[in-house]
Nanobody, 125 residues
Framework: QVQVVESGGGLVQAGGSLRLSCAAS????????MGWFRQTPGKERNVVAA????????YYADSVKGRFTISRDNAKNTVYLQMNSLKPEDTAVYYC??????????????????WGQGTQVTVSS
């Protein structure tokens, strides 16, 4: 079981950058694919980016390709999401969670339990 705590969100103007962190616990973290999701009020929680446990495969939603970079540091049990060139449409609560990564399909969350509290990202225009 991997438990996570998201942090790093905040208020930034369009074109700015933020770096989100996902601090994880659990002995299986280093062999677990991890993903970032985001959700706005009234919308589904959709995957933004994901990274395989061996750091060889990365996935990005079309809306963030070229702007966001996902990375991980297994020694620190942490996953990061570097967000550059932020747009108002990136405003959301961001969550991280273990994911399935199968072929070229969009990664899906592995449902171990409730979502974490997430971290709020607000981009002003």
């Amino acid at each position: 079981q991997v438990q996570v705590v998201e942090s790093g969100g905040g208020l930034v103007q369009a074109g700015g950058s933020l770096r989100l962190s996902c601090a994880a616990s659990g002995r299986t973290f280093s062999t677990t694919n991890m993903g970032w999701f985001r959700q706005t009020p009234g919308k589904e929680r959709n995957v933004v980016a994901a990274i395989s446990w061996h750091d060889a495969i990365r996935y990005y939603a079309d809306s963030v390709k070229g702007r966001f970079t996902i990375s991980r540091d297994n020694a620190k049990n942490t996953v990061y999401l570097q967000m550059n060139s932020l747009k108002p449409e990136d405003t959301a609560v961001y969550y991280c969670a273990p994911v399935l990564m199968i072929g070229n399909t969009s990664p899906s969350r592995i449902s171990y339990g409730d979502w974490g509290q997430g971290t709020q990202v607000t981009v002003s225009s």
